[in-house]
């Protein structure tokens, strides 16, 4: 019995030690913290509850974001465009408008016009509280006056020093038919000269003069308001019809006539001609031009030009009209251009879209030149070589 005892003595420490030789990384932790066990169990409790609470915020605040944006678009499509772009920049309108309406000056002018000479005499008489631009509170102005009918020729007055009230009183003539005053415009725009540094512009004033009887002589004031970003050069117009017969490939183009073209002699006039230029996959093929007609801004041509053009084919046909001043002895000069095909936009691709939408018969209509450089680049033309027709 006691033999069993002291057995049983013995063998209780060894169970021991094997609960406690080898204790966990955990356990070690826990019994390095000085804090019973009831509060490490309420920590752990209290840490998970939170970081439960942060992950349902942050899964919230995802979803809020979420339906925001989606309300955003179904409300912004139901926008027309202009009203879109005042909400998404309004900021930036204020700030344009803001420049707008800032105070330039005002300036006086004259404009008298002969009805036998067909001169007009537009005088630059003064200027009244003008905007500083230099560091001192004044300004070195000066004033260039032009037509938009014709931006070649410019006058320019002379500079006055440091002053915000300049007196000019000059006048300058120019040259102008009875017949384009109404779709022409009097520019006057006063200058900040610089010596060292580009000329900063104060301000114009704008006259379209079919908005003036001009059978009695004008003299007043005007706002100077802020200069256009880039005045628009009126090239001039063409008009000329299409008709395209996919069973014989012919493609058919009349060159009827022209107006309002661009002045590019000395005289006023020009002396224009039209090139017709078939381009097939951004290379130029075949061209074909009118005769000259001399000293006219409106000539008329009704020369007819043919094509052959298999319709496989019509889809990568670019058909570029361009109108020329001739000239016999320097190089002539191109006034402007235009071209339709699948790859044009507006009105030259309309006019091209029903050509095609009907066959057989001639579609007429009028078309703005165009800048040379422009439509140039809308082509991007590849180098010139002749291509054959395929199949051929």
């Not at 509060?39 to 995802?62: D, Q, R, T, Y």
């Not at 090239?235 to 996919?246: D, K, T, V």
Request: hydrophobic fraction near 40%; include cysteine.
């Amino acid at each position: 019995m006691a033999n069993k005892m002291s057995s049983n003595i013995t063998t209780a420490p060894s169970a021991a030690a094997l609960t406690t030789a080898k204790p966990g990384f955990v356990d070690d932790i826990i019994n390095k913290i000085p804090l019973p066990k009831w509060a490490l169990i309420v920590i752990a409790i209290a840490a998970g509850l939170l970081l439960i609470l942060f992950l349902i915020c942050i899964i919230k605040c995802c979803c809020c974001k979420k339906k925001h944006k989606k309300k955003e678009k179904l409300n912004l499509q139901n926008i027309n465009g202009s009203t879109t772009a005042s909400l998404v920049q309004p900021d930036m309108e204020d700030l344009e408008s803001g420049l707008e309406n800032e105070k330039r000056g005002r300036l006086q002018y004259s404009l008298e016009y002969n009805f036998r000479s067909q001169e007009m005499k537009v005088g630059v008489k003064q200027a009244a509280d003008l905007k500083a631009m230099d560091s001192g509170g004044t300004s070195d102005p000066y004033v260039i006056v032009y037509l938009t009918s014709d931006m070649r020729k410019k006058y320019e007055s002379k500079v006055y020093r440091k002053t915000l009230n300049p007196v000019f009183n000059e006048t300058f003539t120019f040259q102008i038919p009875q017949a384009e005053m109404s779709e022409s415009t009097l520019v006057m725009q006063i200058y900040d000269f610089n010596r060292f540094a580009k000329h900063n512009i104060i301000g114009e004033v704008r006259l379209p003069l079919g908005d003036f009887d001009l059978q009695h002589v004008i003299e007043q004031w005007q706002e100077l308001t802020a200069a256009s970003k880039r005045e628009q050069e009126r090239l001039g117009e063409i008009c000329f019809s299409l008709r395209y017969i996919p069973s014989t490939s012919k493609l058919t183009v009349v060159i009827l006539e022209a107006k309002k073209l661009k002045r590019m002699d000395s005289s006023g006039l020009s002396d224009p001609f039209v090139k017709v230029q078939l381009i097939l996959n951004k290379k130029k093929w075949k061209k074909k031009k009118t005769g000259v007609k001399k000293s006219t801004l409106s000539p008329y041509f009704n020369e007819a030009f043919n094509f052959e053009v298999p319709f496989n084919q019509i889809q990568n046909i670019d058909l570029v009209i361009s109108v020329w001043d001739h000239d016999k002895v320097t190089k002539n000069q191109q006034i402007g251009k235009v071209f339709l095909g699948c790859r044009a936009t507006g009105n030259q691709l309309r006019h091209w879209s029903d050509m095609l939408a009907n066959p057989r018969r001639p579609i007429a209509q009028w078309h703005s030149l165009q800048l040379v450089e422009e439509v140039d680049n809308a082509l991007g033309l590849k180098s010139h070589f002749k291509l054959p027709l395929p199949g051929k």
